[in-house]
């Protein structure tokens, strides 16, 4: 029992040494409380490392888009918007094969060469030059048809040159003309028309004058809307002089 006893002595001495004094205890935590940073002056010397961290680092806090304001954007120039018309050609050509076939639309910013057949609209900055078939309407600097089949209206910013053989199901709208096949539908051509011998037309022609070869057939009216004078004028004119 001696060595039981000796041993709960040893071990009761041993946990007193561990365990601190209550004043001890006491101490240490009134030098802690009096140590402890306030919570305000913690956050500012906070929120200034965090700015400055920002700063050298470049990065933006992101803004919610509800606190965001509205952004202003600026109407754009008349002479930033670009149109169709503002566009320059290219010299590029563009050439479709006999053996091409394309459903659906074409453009192109330079000319292009219809050999093949396209089932779509067909528009070209530059020359637009068909000997194959186009289903759909089409645009161009100029156009230049031969052999072709065309079921669409036509419309150049310069002249119209229709070869013989070509069958064009659709209106004309030129600056000038020079047809030799046949065309069903009207003309509007604010410059010179001139029908070949082996012209056919049936539909109206408005221009500011016809030239009209001997074989040509049409079958509509014939108007010179377009011309310096104007009859009607010229006879009301005539009428106030009686």
């Given at each position: ?37 306030p919570v305000n002056e913690e956050r500012e ?34 002479a930033e918007i670009k149109t169709p018309s ?59 048809a031969e052999n072709a089949k065309i079921t ?91």
């Amino acid at each position: 029992m001696g060595f039981f006893s000796d041993l709960k002595d040893d071990l009761s001495q041993a946990v007193n040494e561990l365990m601190p004094e209550e004043g001890s205890t006491e101490e240490v935590k009134q030098e802690a409380l009096q140590e402890e940073i306030p919570v305000n002056e913690e956050r500012e010397d906070l929120n200034v490392d965090l700015s400055q961290m920002l700063d050298q680092m470049n990065v933006e806090i992101p803004v919610t888009e509800e606190l965001q304001d509205p952004v202003y954007v600026a109407p754009m120039a008349a002479a930033e918007i670009k149109t169709p018309s503002s566009r320059r050609s290219s010299d590029e050509v563009s050439v479709l094969t006999e053996s091409m076939i394309i459903n659906g639309n074409m453009a192109t910013e330079g000319s292009l060469d219809v050999r093949g057949s396209i089932v779509g609209n067909v528009e070209a900055l530059g020359k637009l030059n068909v000997t194959g078939a186009i289903q759909g309407n089409s645009q161009a600097a100029e156009i230049y048809a031969e052999n072709a089949k065309i079921t669409g209206d036509l419309r150049s910013e310069g002249s119209i040159k229709v070869g013989q053989s070509t069958v064009i199901i659709g209106n004309v709208f030129a600056t000038s003309a020079v047809i030799a096949g046949a065309i069903k539908g009207d003309i509007d051509v604010r410059g010179p028309v001139i029908l070949d011998a082996s012209a056919i037309v049936m539909g109206n022609i408005k221009s500011k004058s016809v030239q009209i070869n001997n074989g040509a057939v049409i079958e509509g009216m014939c108007s010179q809307c377009y011309a310096e004078v104007n009859p009607t004028s010229f006879f009301d004119e005539l009428k106030k002089m009686k």
